[in-house]
């Protein structure tokens, strides 16, 4: 039962570009949202969140866009730079004390 | 600090021994969350700490896996009888839930070879 669904193993997106990443998510009970990137050999490195009472929050390159009613969320990469080649999860909770739920991540490759 | 620590980086273990693996958490936090995460797969939820107290441990957990934080500081995650299914990148995590509130912040992880 996998209640965050990343349904993209891999994109392949040009430097300087824009990046878009998407989440669905089955759970209508979260209502906190989070973005993981990982390195290989690295524990995921917190990116961004989200609350469910907005539906927008930019940090830099970084954007999330949060749509309730159909359950889906996007992570906007704005440019897109070599070092933002990692896996990406995307990540949900019942509040922002509970128990994270991931997604089984995306490859994003960015290409020079 | 320098952030959450895990020991072993890696561990390669007979069928059928039991191995331990610790967390240390920042140590400003109070929660602290251990995830399994395979090849292809997102980190899966595994159990989870408020101080010293165990608050959650997936359905999905076999009884061979036990998890402790005696003092409310480091944590312990004991599986016994290891089977090769056993397989997997351990990961911890800590966050704090006071004031300052975090999100998670994840170590390195352990990873686990059973042969």
């Known amino acids: 039962d996998q209640q965050v669904k990343q349904n993209s193993p891999s994109l392949s997106v040009q430097e300087g570009r824009i990046s878009i990443l998407n989440c669905d998510y089955t759970?209508?009970?979260?209502?906190?949202f989070l973005w993981y990137k990982k390195y290989p050999a690295e524990g995921p490195t917190f990116l961004i969140s989200?609350?469910?009472?907005?539906d927008k929050n930019e940090d830099g390159r970084f954007t999330v866009f949060l749509n309730k009613s159909a359950k889906h969320l996007s992570l906007h990469i704005v440019p897109s730079q070599p070092g933002d080649s990692a896996v990406y999860f995307c990540a949900a909770s019942m509040n922002r004390d509970d128990k994270i739920i991931f997604g089984k991540g995306t490859r994003l490759h960015i290409l020079p | 600090d320098t952030g959450v620590s895990q020991d072993p980086r890696h561990k390669i273990t007979k069928r059928g021994q039991n191995v331990t693996f610790r967390c240390d958490p920042i140590s400003e936090h109070n929660r602290l969350y251990w995830y399994r995460q395979t090849l292809g797969q997102g980190p899966e939820f595994l159990t989870y700490?408020?101080?010293?107290?165990?608050?959650?441990k997936s359905r999905l957990l076999s009884d061979r896996f036990s998890a402790e934080r005696p003092k409310g500081s480091f944590s312990t995650l004991e599986i016994q009888r290891t089977e090769q299914g056993d397989s997997a990148m351990y990961l911890c995590a800590s966050s704090s839930i006071l004031d300052l509130a975090t999100e998670a912040f994840f170590g390195q992880g352990t990873r686990l070879t059973v042969v």
């Open positions: 759970n209508s009970m979260f209502d906190y």
């Open positions: 700490f408020q101080n010293e107290a165990q608050l959650e």
């Open positions: 989200i609350s469910s009472i907005k």
